[in-house]
T-cell receptor, first 115, second 119 residues
């Protein structure tokens, strides 16, 4: 069974640009969550989607947005990139809505570097 | 206040020995789940073990077991017979399942413990 697939694995951008990251969940999983991981802040929740609807959002500025498609694949977009956006972005999927206690399974992440 | 606290930034253990990684949590919800994840240097987060707040028995998964002490609000991970491949960052996480928790339904992670297994 294929795991969570995130593309691309590595990305280098410059300040002011925008970026789109992609996540394909495990087959049958309908909930997708995004996290940002930095050495200073650790793992922080960005948002969660279930059935194409954003169900939960973390404390990030509006430059961070996302969406989920009917096949449960999700994209995350960051506009007007800042140096502080350099991080590992992790996507996680689970079978049910995130309110349940099913484990989330993570992808390998996209490492975004802002120059 | 920190919802998940991992007080050990780094731990060392001899190969084949057992090691306990500490995790304490803070919640007022009666229903919640506790998770442990392993993150090797390559970056992927690997799910290890889950404990529900209503589970009567401590969770076990192979060499991993969770020492769940509800009254103390602790959920320590025990790794038996450590292997060199166990060297990684370990994260404790919690999800509060109550619908009344508002935005608290996402996974909240601790700061992690870097485990190094010595040959």
């Amino acid at each position: 069974k294929a795991g969570v697939t995130q593309t691309p694995r590595y990305l280098i951008k410059t300040r002011g640009q925008q970026v789109t990251l992609s996540c394909s969940p495990i087959s049958g999983h309908r909930s997708v969550s995004w996290y940002q991981q930095t050495p200073g802040q650790g793992l922080q929740f960005l948002f969660e989607y279930f059935s194409e609807t954003q169900r939960n959002k973390g404390n990030f500025p509006g430059r961070f947005s996302g969406r989920q498609f009917s096949n449960s694949r999700s994209e995350m977009n960051v506009s007007t990139l800042e140096l502080g956006d350099s991080a590992l972005y992790l996507c996680a999927s689970s079978r049910g809505q995130i309110g349940s206690n099913q484990p989330q399974h993570f992808g390998d992440g996209t490492r975004l570097s802002i120059l | 206040a920190q919802k998940i606290t991992q007080t050990q930034p780094g731990m060392f253990v001899q190969e084949k020995e057992a090691v306990t990684l500490d995790c304490t949590y803070d919640t007022s919800d009666p229903s919640y789940g506790l998770f442990w994840y392993k993150q090797p240097s390559s970056g992927e987060m690997i799910f290890l073990i889950y404990q529900g707040s209503y589970d009567q028995q401590n969770a076990t998964e192979g060499r991993y077991s969770l020492n769940f002490q509800k009254a103390r609000k602790s959920a320590n991970l025990v790794i038996s017979a450590s292997q060199l491949g166990d060297s990684a960052m370990y994260f404790c996480a919690m999800r509060e399942a109550s619908r009344d928790s508002g935005s608290a339904r996402q996974l909240t992670f601790g700061s992690g413990t870097q485990l190094t297994v010595l040959p």
